[in-house]
């Protein structure tokens, strides 16, 4: 009658060299893919030379009524608040300021009621140019940062800083 074999006694050198191969080979194939995603991302995306701004689509003019605002995320993570302050279909009826405050970096929003913007951190308060007009930050004299915008063809985009590989930024 044949033995049978515990666990233990099958692992032969042969079976472990094996298994040791190939997780080795499948730790590479997945280091190497990671590496490869990420630098494709920033080589085809952003590449050398690439403007310091750029056009990117925010959403259609029929997308948003008057009054109403959108967070918009940059490319780059910058925060954007974008609001619609008229109806006549131009780059004119919006308003795109940074959706962070200057005082301590909080969420800034869009009152439409009030015709302002608002950081409830310590009640600053911003005019639809995003100048400071009340609380810490008009104290401190800052103001929102403003971006362009454009229409074409119903679509709204706004101009927003991108950094590409071996932009004088990153070198």
Same mark, same amino acid.
């Given at each position: 009658?044949?033995?049978?074999?515990?666990?233990?006694?099958?692992? %032969?050198?042969?079976?472990?060299?094996?298994?040791? %191969?190939?997780?080795?080979?499948?730790?590479?194939?997945?280091?190497?893919?990671?590496?490869?995603?990420?630098?494709?991302?920033? $080589?085809?995306?952003?590449?050398?030379?690439?403007?310091?701004?750029?056009?990117?689509?925010?959403?259609? $003019?029929?997308?948003?009524?008057?009054?109403?605002?959108?967070?918009?995320? +940059?490319?780059?993570?910058?925060?954007?608040?974008?609001?619609?302050? +008229?109806?006549?279909?131009?780059?004119?009826?919006?308003?795109?300021?940074?959706?962070? @405050?200057?005082?301590?970096?909080?969420?800034?929003?869009?009152?439409?009621?009030?015709?302002? &913007? &608002? @950081?409830?951190?310590?009640?600053?308060?911003?005019?639809?140019?995003?100048?400071?007009?009340?609380?810490?930050?008009? +104290? +401190?004299?800052? %103001? $929102?940062?403003?971006?362009?915008?454009?229409?074409?063809?119903?679509?709204? &985009?706004?101009?927003?800083?991108?950094?590409? $590989?071996?932009?004088?930024?990153?070198?």
């Amino acid at each position: 009658m044949r033995e049978k074999k515990t666990p233990a006694e099958d692992n %032969s050198p042969e079976r472990r060299e094996f298994l040791s %191969s190939v997780a080795m080979v499948g730790g590479l194939a997945a280091g190497y893919g990671t590496l490869a995603v990420m630098a494709g991302r920033y $080589l085809y995306l952003y590449p050398a030379g690439a403007q310091d701004e750029a056009w990117q689509f925010v959403t259609e $003019l029929k997308g948003v009524r008057v009054g109403e605002a959108l967070d918009y995320v +940059a490319p780059t993570g910058v925060r954007i608040v974008v609001a619609r302050r +008229a109806d006549d279909g131009t780059a004119a009826d919006f308003v795109a300021l940074s959706g962070v @405050c200057p005082h301590l970096g909080c969420q800034v929003h869009w009152q439409p009621h009030k015709n302002r &913007f &608002f @950081c409830p951190c310590h009640n600053g308060v911003f005019d639809p140019q995003g100048k400071a007009i009340e609380g810490p930050p008009a +104290a +401190a004299g800052q %103001s $929102l940062a403003a971006y362009p915008l454009k229409v074409e063809a119903g679509l709204l &985009f706004i101009e927003v800083p991108v950094v590409g $590989l071996g932009s004088p930024e990153e070198v």
